[in-house]
T-cell receptor
Framework: DAMVIQNPRYQVTQFGKPVTLSCSQTLNHNVMYWYQQKSSQAPKLLFH???????NEADTPDNFQSRRPNTSFCFLDIRSPGLGDAAMYLCATSRDGGAAGANVLTFGAGSRLTVL | GQNIDQPTEMTATEGAIVQINCTYQ??????LFWYQQHAGEAPTFLSYNVLDGLEEKGRFSSFLSRSKGYSYLLLKELQMKDSASYLC??????????WGAGTKLIIKP
C-alpha cells in the first residue's frame, strides 16, 4: 500500500545532542511537510517542500533544518535539541499545494522525541 | 490574525450523536478539513468542505457555512473507537493550512 513512513517512531536524545528524523513516501506526492505537535495543541508547520522548492516558516527556529534529496525522502535535523523541542514530529504529504481538493494531507505515524 | 476555535473536550455516550463545532477567522478561504487523531497517533483525513452545506460519509457528516465562518462535524451511532481528538483546519487564501487545537471526544459506555 502507498504510504508515508517515519523513522524512528520513538527517539530519546540528550540535551544538545543532534537528532535526525526521516520520512519516506510511496505516494509520489509533490509536497512534503514537517509538523511539530505538542500534547493537546494544533500541529505547527515547520517546513514544507513543493518538489525541491523549500519553504521555511517564519517562526521556525534555526535549530531545525530539513533536506529533501529526492521526491521520496525528507529529513528533519534538530541540531541542538532543547527540552522545549520534546514533541511528536509529523511528516505529511499532499498531491499538490495549490488546488484545495489536492491539499488532503496523508500523515506518517509520527516520531516522538524525548529530550533528557 | 488567523484563528480556529473548537471546544477543548466533549463527552458523549456510546450509540448517541455528537456535534463538534468549529468557528474560523482566516485570511480568505479555500476549504475546510476535519481530521481524526487517536492518542499518540497521526491525524487521518475525515472530510473536506469547500461549498456551503452538508457532506455525508457514513456515520460522519460535516457541515459548512462560509458566511458564518462555521463548520460542524456530526458523528452518529457513536462507538468506543470514536474516542479521539477531532481537528478542524482551514485552507486560507495563500493555501496555508490553519489548524485548530482539536476537540478531545470521550465516549462513555
Amino acid at each position: 500500500d502507498a504510504m508515508v513512513i517515519q523513522n524512528p517512531r520513538y527517539q530519546v536524545t540528550q540535551f544538545g545532542k543532534p537528532v535526525t528524523l526521516s520520512c519516506s513516501q510511496t505516494l509520489n506526492h509533490n509536497v512534503m511537510y514537517w509538523y511539530q505537535q505538542k500534547s493537546s495543541q494544533a500541529p505547527k508547520l515547520l517546513f514544507h517542500y513543493y518538489d525541491k522548492d523549500f519553504n521555511n516558516e517564519a517562526d521556525t527556529p534555526d535549530n531545525f533544518q530539513s533536506r529533501r534529496p529526492n521526491t521520496s525522502f525528507c529529513f528533519l535535523d534538530i541540531r541542538s535539541p532543547g527540552l522545549g523541542d520534546a514533541a511528536m514530529y509529523l511528516c505529511a504529504t499532499s498531491r499538490d499545494g495549490g488546488a484545495a481538493g489536492a491539499n488532503v494531507l496523508t500523515f506518517g505515524a509520527g516520531s516522538r522525541l524525548t529530550v533528557l | 490574525g488567523q484563528n480556529i476555535d473548537q471546544p477543548t473536550e466533549m463527552t458523549a455516550t456510546e450509540g448517541a450523536i455528537v456535534q463538534i463545532n468549529c468557528t474560523y477567522q482566516t485570511s480568505g478561504f479555500n476549504g475546510l478539513f476535519w481530521y481524526q487523531q487517536h492518542a499518540g497517533e497521526a491525524p487521518t483525513f475525515l472530510s473536506y468542505n469547500v461549498l456551503d452545506g452538508l457532506e455525508e460519509k457514513g456515520r460522519f457528516s460535516s457541515f459548512l457555512s462560509r458566511s458564518k465562518g462555521y463548520s460542524y462535524l456530526l458523528l452518529k451511532e457513536l462507538q468506543m473507537k470514536d474516542s479521539a481528538s477531532y481537528l478542524c483546519a482551514v485552507l486560507d487564501s495563500n493555501y496555508q493550512l490553519i489548524w485548530g487545537a482539536g476537540t478531545k471526544l470521550i465516549i462513555k459506555p
